[in-house]
């Protein structure tokens, strides 16, 4: 795929940078087969630092404090009870943090935690009850909605095989009679 390609969606100057420092080491390796191997070792010691911090500027930092998830919030109110000063003070939290978004999304926050507390008490799951709200931890930012239900893998991919091609025997005997 061709990244270089000014204005091509995909193209990112960021990358373009890395993919370049990779083939220049890759260039750098096979040119120097030939040479001395701690005159090899001290080039790529040096490009290889360069090809990391060129990697790591690409990275976003990662928070030290994770966002405030509507999911996580309604599991714990679930566990308080209705009406205790811990239940109405979180209630009010979730409320002042999540409604105007779950508003405009078109859900009702009362519906949510009656789904969530029924859901918390049967043990099941709330990332198919209750929409993934999540609010930068921060503050900064109004709640957005992810993704629902997004699973990290835990097993290796399946290794599909090739299809193979069966030729359509009435189709070419059709063709030969039309021939």
Known sequence: ??????????ANAAFNSFATKLESIQDNMIS?????ASELA?????ELTELT???????????????????SKLTSLAGFTPGSDQYNSL???VTSSFDSALTAGGYSLDSLVT???????????LSGVVPNFAIAADGLSGAIEK????LQATEDSVTEEASTIVANSALATLRAELA
């Open 53 to 71: 911090t060129t990697l790591r500027d690409m990275m976003p930092a990662v928070p030290t404090i994770p966002d405030v998830n509507l999911q």
């Open 115 to 125: 789904s969530a507390t029924d859901a918390v008490g049967d043990g099941v799951t």
């Open 91 to 93: 209630l009010s939290d």
């Open 32 to 36: 120097g087969l030939e040479a001395q």
């Open 1 to 10: 795929m061709d990244f270089k390609t000014p204005n091509l969606a995909g």
């Open 147 to 150: 993704a629902n239900a997004v």
């Open 42 to 46: 001290g080039t790529l010691s040096t």
